[in-house]
């Protein structure tokens, strides 16, 4: 296989588009790419001399595809795969038979029976990430061994931007260099320039004539030139779906409403989104109330990659023209694909005529009112009634749709003397909407984390897959938390909005 990084993207319908569950950079000219870094990750070998074809099957695609084995002189076939991080169970097939490598383990599976077992991990490469102002940025390195260059000329790359929006210095830069067979005992050395000549040529090295060095494959950062350790840069990336009032950000009405929000831009920016980490927001407000909450922040809120609104009705993806580097936040695209699964069981205009039946009933705004009868949202009724009314609310309410044959999903939230009551397809919510994100982007199970501080975040808390309560929760959410087991997959944070999530990352080794 041969060993290299690549930008790609593909062509649908004529457009140019990049596969949200690959990587995606930015190169100098702002075009959207995705990254890939390939190199073998699992070598299979058979030794069967006498074999006509050799392949092998396994679980990594679900058993769906082989893939060929070479055979060499000596009768051993063989074949180099990349796999994603993780446990996989394969049997080859040798001229149309299932055949299992002689004087190698198996175990059982319940659908394949014996079959043999290889872990895969992330290849052993030299990642650099760099922050700089600059607007084209090139790596200028050598590979060494034992002190002494394995070639004579040194070898350059353009760095694309990294999906961040950087900080004040500037944007971060990525480059990835694979290593020779040598693996483990080889060295990068390296310094950057600005990729111009003459006098406006720049150089950053550690001093004059010298080097930085990367002592062996890993993951390395340069700030300010300083090389610093960062292995976070070589692990697997993860979707944090954050709720967004009293979650990731503090009472509006507050003088430190951004002050927790701040400290996580700052850790998203310059760690997790340089692994190529996802964010998304799922929240109550609507798409226009988050847009405004996004220009009144002054860059304090960081910017996710997809927002769910309305209680899991509505995906919205960053419109990302020039960059997630270069996004505002303000702009977005709706995932149609989700909305249209929304329709199944659901009819507006019957539960529409539900809720005002129900609202007449108490005549008084006071104790029940519609906020929106689907108007703006059209696979949700928002209401809002005093709290003493919620459970007659939430029983007739559910009983009506019932009767008319509609599939919904009742959710409560809020705190103080009044509570939101909203009416979604059952297909919607919040833990749906995540689980739609999730599998669109590829995130496995174990990499996506919810964090949410009410009761209407219980939906996505309680899904199979880490969660994080924040220290500031209201108190149905707290009274929900006290009755689930203590296995670690929620966690109850010290620290309270976007300080708690920092928190429960670093609790759940994700951070």
């Not at 980490?277 to 304090?300: E, H, I, P, W």
Request: glycine share 8%; with cysteine; proline share 4%.
């Amino acid at each position: 296989m041969l060993l290299r990084c690549t930008c790609f993207k593909f062509e649908v319908d004529h457009e140019w588009t990049t596969a949200p569950h690959e990587a995606i950079v930015t190169n100098s000219q702002g075009n959207l790419n995705n990254f890939r870094i390939v190199a073998p990750t699992v070598t299979f070998k058979l030794d069967a001399p006498n074999a006509g074809r050799a392949l092998v099957l396994g679980s990594w695609d679900n058993w769906q595809y082989a893939l060929l084995l070479v055979k060499n002189q000596d009768g051993v076939h063989t074949s180099n795969a990349q796999l994603p991080p993780g446990q996989y169970s394969f049997y080859f097939i040798v001229d149309g038979q299932v055949v299992l490598q002689h004087n190698t383990p198996t175990v059982t599976d319940p659908q394949r029976g014996a079959v043999h077992q290889v872990w895969s991990f992330e290849p052993s490469i030299f990642r650099v990430f760099y922050c700089t102002g600059w607007e084209t940025t090139k790596l200028h390195y050598r590979r060494v061994m034992d002190g002494r260059p394995l070639t004579q000329a040194w070898q350059e790359l353009v760095m694309p931007n990294a999906p961040s929006r950087g900080n004040a210095l500037g944007s971060w830069k990525m480059a990835a260099v694979i290593p020779t067979a040598a693996g483990e005992d080889e060295a990068l050395e390296f310094y950057l320039s600005n990729g111009l000549r003459h006098r406006e040529a720049k150089e950053d090295r550690p001093a004059a004539g010298q080097l930085y060095r990367c002592p062996f494959p890993g993951s390395f950062k340069l700030v300010k030139g300083a090389l610093r350790p960062f292995p976070r840069g070589a692990e697997s990336r993860i979707l944090l779906v954050s709720d967004i009032d009293g979650t990731m950000i503090g009472d509006m009405g507050n003088v430190d409403v951004f002050e927790s929000s701040a400290r996580f831009v700052n850790y998203w920016e310059n760690s997790a989104s340089l692994a190529g980490s996802l964010l998304a927001y799922n929240t109550g407000r609507s798409l226009g109330q988050f847009v405004d909450l996004m220009k009144k922040c002054g860059g304090q809120v960081a910017v996710p990659d997809v927002v769910i609104t309305a209680v899991g009705t509505k995906i919205w993806v960053l419109n990302e023209e020039g960059g997630r580097s270069a996004a505002t936040g303000l702009k977005w695209t709706e995932d149609l694909s989700y909305t249209q699964q929304l329709d199944e069981g659901w009819d507006l205009e019957i539960v529409r005529q539900c809720a005002y039946q129900l609202v007449s009933q108490y005549n008084d705004v006071g104790q029940l009112t519609v906020l929106d009868d689907g108007r703006e949202h059209q696979h949700r009724i928002a209401l809002c009634t005093d709290s003493k009314n919620v459970e007659h609310v939430v029983s007739s309410l559910s009983a009506q749709c019932h009767k008319a044959g509609l599939q919904v999903r009742i959710i409560v939230s809020g705190a103080g003397s009044h509570r939101y009551v909203d009416c979604v397809s059952s297909f919607g919510g919040k833990e749906k909407a995540l689980q739609h994100v999730r599998q669109q982007y590829g995130v496995p199970e174990h990499f996506c984390v919810a964090a949410g501080d009410s009761g209407n975040d219980v939906l996505m808390l309680e899904g199979d897959h880490p969660s994080i309560v924040v220290g500031n929760a209201q108190p149905e959410l707290l009274a929900w938390l006290v009755q689930q087991k203590q296995t670690g997959k929620v966690i109850f944070t010290d620290a309270k909005h976007a300080d708690g999530i920092l928190e429960g990352l670093a609790r759940h080794s994700l951070y």
